[in-house]
């Protein structure tokens, strides 16, 4: 295994846990909740409460999920190795990372708050990563 596959490898799995983390950080905070009801959040929450904040960390993640995921199945499917692939995988990761750690630190109404910009870099890193498979394909 090159040293880029396995950075590729890597950034994936580390992205599934900090999606396992995420849920489980999710779950957690509203278990704990009085008279919590699985599978519904109190629609009087708002960015004031963690749990809140940690459904919507947790679900913003799963909505941006499906396109990393299937763009990265799709580049391991046909073998793709560039570094310029892999960095962008890990700068998907870090962006979301950072994105989990402002949203369960920062309760915030306004938009763009500091969270946004970094589901920014990650859209971004995705966009990139979806291209350069496309022009593989193309290619």
Same mark, same amino acid.
């Given at each position: 295994?090159?040293?880029?596959?396995? /950075? +590729?490898? $890597?950034?994936?799995?580390?992205? *599934?846990?900090?999606? #396992?983390?995420?849920?489980?950080?999710?779950?957690?905070?509203?278990?704990?909740?009085?008279?919590?009801?699985?599978?519904?959040?109190?629609?009087?929450?708002?960015?004031?409460?963690?749990?809140?904040?940690?459904?919507?960390?947790?679900?913003?993640?799963?909505?941006? /999920? +499906?396109? $990393?995921?299937?763009?990265?199945? *799709?580049?391991?499917? #046909?073998?793709?190795?560039?570094?310029?692939?892999?960095?962008?995988?890990?700068?998907?990761?870090?962006?979301?990372?950072?994105?989990?750690?402002?949203?369960?630190?920062?309760?915030?109404?306004?938009?763009?708050?500091?969270?946004?910009?970094?589901?920014?870099?990650?859209?971004?890193?995705?966009?990139?990563?979806?291209? *350069?498979?496309?022009?593989?394909?193309?290619?």
């Amino acid at each position: 295994m090159t040293d880029i596959t396995f /950075s +590729a490898y $890597f950034a994936f799995f580390l992205y *599934l846990l900090l999606l #396992l983390v995420q849920w489980g950080v999710a779950t957690i905070s509203k278990a704990k909740q009085p008279n919590a009801v699985p599978g519904k959040i109190d629609d009087e929450l708002s960015h004031n409460s963690f749990v809140f904040r940690a459904h919507r960390t947790f679900h913003n993640t799963l909505e941006n /999920s +499906a396109l $990393f995921i299937g763009t990265i199945m *799709l580049a391991f499917v #046909l073998n793709y190795q560039s570094t310029v692939f892999a960095l962008c995988m890990w700068v998907y990761l870090i962006a979301r990372f950072i994105h989990m750690v402002l949203y369960y630190a920062i309760a915030t109404e306004k938009n763009p708050s500091p969270r946004s910009y970094f589901f920014l870099i990650g859209v971004v890193a995705n966009i990139t990563m979806l291209v *350069l498979l496309g022009m593989r394909l193309v290619a």
